[in-house]
């Protein structure tokens, strides 16, 4: 499988779009992001709500982009820890990665090899 720079050698490639506002317009519950206390940390639906996430990744990749970025803008101890999730952040980024990998896995053709920002 060619690898990135083999890839940025042939085209421009095409990032994904913003990940926030796509989970605004998936219209979740308090219970989607673990319960009440968790609403609006859009990370930990990495763990609560993987279909969600791995939907989003999906629809960008259908949409034709080439690299989708991790679900981990927010995903350091300091800022999970407004949720008192700060203990999960290793957890909340190794199951990013993985949802964003495994998109782009499926995606992925010898012609076309999809990545992982």
């Known amino acids: 499988m060619p690898n990135i720079n083999?890839?940025?050698?042939k085209k421009i490639l095409v990032l994904d779009g913003a990940m926030g506002t796509m989970i605004q317009n998936a219209n979740l519950s308090a219970t989607d992001f673990g319960?009440?206390?968790y609403?609006?940390?859009?990370e930990h639906l990495s763990i609560t709500a993987p279909h969600i996430?791995?939907?989003?990744h999906e629809a960008y990749l259908a949409?034709?982009?080439d690299i989708v970025e991790t679900n981990t803008f927010g995903a350091t101890r300091l800022v999970l820890d407004e949720y008192d999730l700060g203990h999960?952040?290793?957890?909340v980024n190794l199951a990013s990665v993985r949802l964003a990998k495994a998109a782009a896995e499926?995606?992925?053709?010898p012609e076309w090899p999809r990545f992982v920002a």
Do not use: F, P, R, V
């Open 106 to 109: 499926k995606y992925s053709t």
């Open 63 to 65: 949409a034709k982009a």
């Open 6 to 9: 083999d890839q940025l050698k």
């Open 53 to 56: 996430i791995q939907e989003i």
């Open 35 to 37: 319960g009440e206390a």
């Open 39 to 42: 609403e609006g940390c859009n």
């Open 88 to 91: 999960l952040a290793y957890e």
